[in-house]
């Protein structure tokens, strides 16, 4: 069973920073593309950025210069830095995990972390 356990939301100010991280168990996953998604309020889940087993990395274009994905595959683990946070950067953050091959397509999802961008 494998489960994806986002951290490090909370209340920050515009222009601050914050690091939100998840870990992964059950399966080593490094094939996997993982990505971070965002919902805000009233609002469909977005796709935020992205990092591939290879290391290629993808951003949306509001959070581009901005946030930074990376990830440890020997820990299991991804990242999103956020720097120069947004109003509009408010919303639930989840974790997200996939893979695709000829015979099969996998998509595992977090519970989501709050971040809350308010002076």
């Known amino acids: 069973q494998v489960q994806l356990v986002e951290s490090g939301g909370g209340l920050v100010q515009p222009g601050g920073s914050l690091r939100l991280t998840c870990v992964a168990s059950g399966s080593t996953l490094s094939d996997f593309v993982r990505a971070w998604y965002r919902q805000a309020p009233g609002k469909p889940r977005e796709w935020v950025a992205s990092?591939?087993?290879?290391?290629?990395?993808n951003y949306r274009d509001s959070v581009k210069g901005r946030f930074t994905i990376d990830r440890d595959t020997a820990k299991n683990m991804i990242y999103l830095q956020m720097t120069d946070v947004k109003p509009e950067d408010t919303a639930v953050y989840y974790c997200?995990?996939?893979?695709?091959?000829?015979?099969?397509?996998?998509?595992?999802w977090g519970q989501g972390t709050q971040v809350t961008v308010s002076s």
């Open positions: 990092v591939t087993s290879g290391g290629g990395r």
């Open positions: 997200n995990a996939w893979h695709r091959d000829a015979n099969n397509e996998v998509e595992y």
